[in-house]
């Protein structure tokens, strides 16, 4: 699924106090703090900066303030990377009007909420859910910034993403395709979104069983991942597990148990071991090591030759 966005708050108006704004700067550097440490995987390090910038939010603004809102968006990016949806959504569903009250239906900070709010129900399984708050992230940013912006771009795999998770791969491959584009025009060749879109757009090659082109884009998207975040941030576990269930479809067993060994020792330091993501990746390595027992199992008995 494609990433999801942070959203910076509002600015105070000249009428505030110089303690709001002392106040609203030490929220945001907190907010920022906490971004980094999520961006490099560091999920148990970033939770505290932003329920800390929550209460200080809270304790200047009240409940309902577009300051609050921003918080909890992020807060709840971070939510929906470790398994824990609901907390998200609820997160997600207080932002949304408050910054619609603020901001209006139209901005593309609530382009971001769709989006995000679409990428939590990617990470359910919940891909039809998903498909109408994807597709009003593109509408809203697509009028905003025009067809060829980077952020539509990301909104524009989001969708491919839940498109693809319901099977419907005729739309989502061109979709995939474009953001591609987009984001190499932008971005050059090696970027974090390339990335991710390399991933998903192999998973998708995959399902459609052209086996060896999934793997060249798995393999190019796990290096650039590497380059760009290190061997053991939670996302090149991700593309690991992917290129593990490759191969065990390839019947390269040996090279797949190695990579569903790393990418599980990868997401349990970075999620802890009751994750989605720890407990399909476990699971996915158990699938293989059983095939790998009964077929040992069928291997007919050699005799031994007396010479």
Known sequence: MQTEQPISGSPLSARQYKSQAALQKQIRSLCSTADDHRTQGRYAQAEPLYLRAMALAESVWGQDHPEVAAVCNNLAVLYKYTGRFDEAERLYRRALPLMEQSLGTEHTTIATLYHNLGGLEHARGRFAEGEPLARRSVEIRERALGPDHPDVAADIAALAAILDGQGKYDESEPLYRRALAIFEHEYGLEHYEIAINLNNLAALKQAQ??????????????????TLLGSKHPDVAITLNNLAVLSKAQGRYVEAEAMYRRALAVFEQALGPESPKVITCRKNLASLMRKMAREKEQQPSKPIRDL
Not at 212 to 221: F, S, V
């Open 209 to 226: 069983g052209h086996l060896d082109e999934a793997e060249r884009l798995y393999r190019r998207a796990l290096g650039m991942k590497e």
